[in-house]
């Protein structure tokens, strides 16, 4: 009986479970697959690399937008469409722009509208 092969994926696809922005990665992890086990194994025990995109970025649009309390379409709405780093998202909450407060607005009326729906089918 053959083992199995392990299950890989795209580094893209890696990227996207460690919440990281794959430009900002070292080359050996853009250019091969990363496995399961391998996923795991930098989930369990970051290398020091991870550790500093996590604390510091540049983020994806999907963590910039969850960093800031928006949605993907307001940061799109907003003409941000690369990634950021943690001081630049700081930078954004402290000046707090007039777009900033409608998007997070917009977001919190789309939560709120989203739990009172569940309630009524609750």
Same mark, same amino acid.
């Given at each position: 009986m053959k083992p199995a092969n392990?299950?890989?994926?795209? @580094?893209?696809?890696?990227? $996207?479970k460690l919440g990281v922005h794959l430009p900002a990665?070292? +080359?050996?992890? =853009?250019e091969g697959v990363v496995?399961?086990?391998?996923?795991n194994a930098l989930l369990a025990d970051p @290398?020091?690399?991870?550790? $500093?995109?996590?604390?510091?970025?540049?983020?994806?649009?999907? +963590?910039?937008? =969850?960093?800031?309390?928006?949605?993907?379409?307001g940061l799109a709405r907003a003409g941000i469409t690369e990634a950021l780093t943690a001081d630049q998202?700081?930078?954004?909450?402290?000046?707090?722009p007039e777009w900033l407060v409608r998007e997070r607005q917009t977001q919190a009326d789309v939560r709120a509208e989203n739990a009172r729906l569940k309630a009524e089918r609750d």
């Open positions: 392990p299950q890989s994926m795209k @580094p893209s696809t890696a990227a $996207q990665t070292p +080359e050996e992890f =853009r496995t399961r086990e391998e996923l @290398p020091e690399w991870l550790v $500093q995109l996590r604390l510091h970025g540049p983020y994806p649009r999907a +963590e910039v937008a =969850r960093k800031l309390g928006v949605s993907n379409s998202i700081h930078a954004l909450l402290e000046e707090m």
